[in-house]
């Protein structure tokens, strides 16, 4: 049995993520970044980790590309979004909505409202102030350092904030996806020497949805009404097939086989003469 290492990258488990992030990011930007900076820019974009933020002019794009970390930093720690960069393109921002009824109310709290900045340099100092302020503000009330990013959680929580601790199980996830499909038959005490404090329930998930894909992409090949297998799929069918069934690949009958996959898949498979 060949390993299916090609097969294995489209197979890799998504991350999940509550609702939109994109909207997310757009409805609290002015939180994030500040109203003199919001009203000049816009996220615009959310692709494979890096935002695209329009903004009203090259100066503007300029500034603001000195603060890429800043804002990496404020929006994960704002939102929960896992940034790793952030773009500048100068284009079309519109009128913004007026303030929510939630900014509505904590502006009626503040004591002393902060005027709006008058330049582009002085908006851009103050997000400046305002993230470095709150850095230390957290510092102060004990929150600690996420072993993975950096960033400030609270102390209660784990070692990694929720974004991290969420790739940190993708990642795992991955790593019994692949031995899964290189090394099948060798069952959950094979694996479970590859992989650090491996419970068997953990095992019997991955493999559970490892399984359901599989049979999914089994049945897309049955559907296309195709009558020979690409190597992909012989791979993916042996590795099936061991999964499945539990047993030694020298214990694994034709007639096993032809049961489990139905006589139409088999045929396609092994041809109709094999026995």
């Given at each position: 049995?060949?390993?299916?290492?090609?097969?294995?990258?489209s197979?890799?488990?998504?991350?999940?993520?509550?609702?939109?992030?994109?909207?997310h990011?757009?409805?609290?930007?002015?939180?994030?970044?500040?109203?003199?900076?919001?009203?000049?820019?816009?996220?615009?974009?959310?692709?494979r980790?890096?935002?695209?933020?329009?903004?009203?002019?090259?100066?503007?794009?300029?500034?603001?590309?000195?603060?890429?970390?800043?804002?990496v930093?404020?929006?994960?720690?704002?939102?929960?979004?896992?940034?790793?960069?952030?773009?500048?393109?100068?284009?079309?921002?519109?009128?913004?909505?007026?303030?929510?009824?939630?900014?509505?109310?904590?502006?009626?709290?503040?004591?002393?409202?902060r005027?709006?900045?008058?330049?582009?340099?002085?908006?851009?100092?103050?997000?400046?102030?305002?993230?470095?302020?709150?850095?230390?503000?957290?510092?102060?009330?004990?929150?600690?350092?996420?072993?993975?990013?950096?960033?400030?959680?609270?102390?209660?929580?784990?070692?990694?904030?929720?974004?991290?601790?969420?790739?940190?199980?993708?990642?795992?996830?991955?790593?019994?996806?692949?031995?899964?499909?290189?090394?099948?038959?060798?069952?959950?005490?094979?694996?479970?020497?590859?992989?650090?404090?491996?419970?068997?329930?953990?095992?019997?998930?991955?493999?559970?949805?490892?399984?359901?894909?599989?049979?999914?992409?089994?049945?897309?090949?049955?559907?296309?009404?195709?009558?020979?297998?690409?190597?992909?799929?012989?791979d993916?069918?042996?590795?099936?097939?061991?999964?499945?069934?539990?047993?030694?690949?020298?214990?694994?009958?034709?007639?096993?086989?032809?049961?489990?996959?139905?006589?139409?898949?088999?045929?396609?498979?092994?041809?109709?003469?094999?026995?």
């Amino acid at each position: 049995m060949q390993p299916l290492r090609a097969a294995l990258s489209s197979w890799q488990p998504a991350k999940v993520v509550a609702g939109d992030p994109l909207s997310h990011l757009r409805a609290q930007w002015a939180t994030i970044v500040g109203e003199d900076i919001a009203s000049n820019s816009r996220p615009a974009e959310l692709i494979r980790g890096s935002l695209l933020v329009v903004t009203r002019s090259a100066a503007w794009s300029q500034q603001l590309s000195f603060l890429s970390e800043r804002i990496v930093d404020a929006v994960r720690a704002s939102t929960g979004v896992a940034l790793e960069g952030v773009r500048f393109r100068v284009g079309r921002i519109g009128s913004r909505p007026g303030p929510s009824s939630g900014r509505k109310a904590a502006a009626r709290k503040r004591t002393e409202p902060r005027p709006a900045a008058a330049t582009l340099e002085s908006a851009v100092a103050m997000f400046r102030h305002d993230v470095t302020s709150a850095q230390r503000a957290k510092a102060s009330a004990g929150w600690k350092e996420c072993n993975r990013c950096g960033i400030r959680i609270v102390p209660e929580t784990g070692p990694s904030c929720a974004p991290c601790a969420n790739a940190r199980g993708a990642e795992r996830s991955a790593a019994i996806a692949r031995l899964l499909f290189e090394v099948p038959f060798l069952g959950y005490s094979g694996i479970s020497e590859h992989v650090e404090n491996l419970s068997r329930d953990e095992y019997e998930r991955v493999r559970a949805k490892l399984l359901a894909r599989w049979w999914d992409a089994l049945m897309q090949l049955q559907r296309s009404g195709r009558k020979r297998a690409s190597r992909r799929e012989r791979d993916i069918v042996s590795s099936y097939v061991l999964l499945k069934t539990r047993l030694d690949p020298e214990k694994i009958a034709p007639a096993v086989v032809r049961d489990l996959l139905g006589e139409e898949l088999y045929k396609i498979f092994y041809g109709s003469d094999e026995t």
